[in-house]
């Protein structure tokens, strides 16, 4: 069984020179499965506690607001000049009015962007040597955060189906606990499979510690 | 007053009741936009990385772009 502590390819670690360094940290920027990343943290981390994965929902699940994040961005520009060009603006309509609608549009869109990317982010589910977190952001002002040991945990099980999820390689995970309904959902994560390997691994490695 | 008269001071007020509604929503999206300044600054504390201080500064930058807009209105409509 090969050594998950030992990673084969070290995944987003800064190597010598700057180019390798900018590579790295956009890709870590916007990636949703990180194996042992650099110079990320989390709240509760405790002394010696390493991160083995950081898993963010596959990028393919965020299409849907990219796209109509792209027509919010490009709408005004055909929209404005079709609206003008088709005289659907009343003569006497003031300036400033318009000027309003430009900047309101792009204040939303704005809104609608940082939001859904910022949700996105920050709901991450953890796996370390120690722990497994899971944290979610329903909406802006509502977190739910869980967290067990490695030790309690009884069953791994992954789910994956459909045209995209299997083309994309994502899926869902399931993490049964010790504890009765106590279930992590790590939802639309890429590469399942390795999941539940690595946290399989993390399982025999401490049942193998306590025995 | 006439049916005429009422739609002409209707008119007349029309400007300054929108004025005062889309006063009323930038107010409440600059406060949004608090909010999200705040709980980003919590988010970036659960979960720390290299890009989080960039995240938190397009926060502020959203604030600023609310505000400016509140700004514009107050002014230039």
Same mark, same amino acid.
């Given at each position: 069984m090969p050594d998950i502590f030992i990673s084969?390819?070290?995944?987003?670690?800064?190597?010598?020179?700057?180019?390798?360094?900018?590579?790295?940290? $956009?890709?870590?920027?916007? !990636?949703?499965f990180l194996?042992?990343?650099?110079?990320?943290? #989390?709240?509760?981390?405790?002394?010696g506690e390493t991160i083995i994965l950081l898993l963010r929902k596959h990028w393919i699940t965020?299409? $849907?607001?990219?796209?109509? !994040?792209?027509?919010?961005?490009?709408?005004?520009?055909?929209? #404005?000049p079709a609206i003008s060009l088709g005289g659907l603006i009343p003569p006497g309509f003031p300036a400033s009015l318009l000027t309003f609608s430009i900047l309101g549009w792009y204040l939303i869109t704005f809104s609608y962007i940082f939001v859904n990317f910022v949700l996105w982010y920050f709901t991450v589910s953890i796996v370390t040597n120690d722990r497994i977190i899971d944290i979610d952001y329903i909406n802006i002002l509502n977190k739910k955060f869980a967290e067990t040991r490695i030790d309690r945990l009884e069953d791994v099980t992954e789910r994956t189906g459909g045209f995209l999820k299997s083309f994309f390689d994502y899926g869902d995970v399931f993490v049964q606990t010790a504890a009765?309904?106590?279930?992590?959902?790590?939802l639309e994560v890429p590469h399942p499979e390795k999941v539940v390997q690595i946290i399989n691994?993390?399982?025999?490695k401490v049942k193998e510690g306590g025995a | 007053m006439t049916g005429e008269e009422m739609i002409k001071v209707l008119l007349g007020t029309a400007p300054f009741f929108l004025k005062i509604l889309?006063?009323?929503?930038?107010?409440?999206?600059?406060?949004f936009s608090l909010v999200l300044v705040r709980q980003t600054k919590l988010m970036i504390k659960v979960v720390e990385a290299e890009i989080s201080p960039t995240i938190y500064f397009i926060s502020v930058i959203h604030l600023l772009f609310s505000t400016f807009v509140l700004l514009w209105v107050i002014i230039f409509l």
């Open positions: 084969s390819q070290p995944q987003n670690t800064a190597k010598k020179g700057n180019k390798s360094k900018k590579v790295s940290f $956009a890709s870590q920027a916007i !990636s949703s194996f042992l990343p650099d110079g990320v943290r #989390f709240e509760t981390q405790i002394p965020n299409i $849907a607001w990219v796209f109509m !994040s792209f027509v919010f961005l490009v709408a005004p520009i055909f929209l #404005f009765k309904e106590a279930v992590f959902h790590f691994e993390l399982m025999a | 889309l006063l009323m929503l930038l107010l409440l999206h600059v406060a």
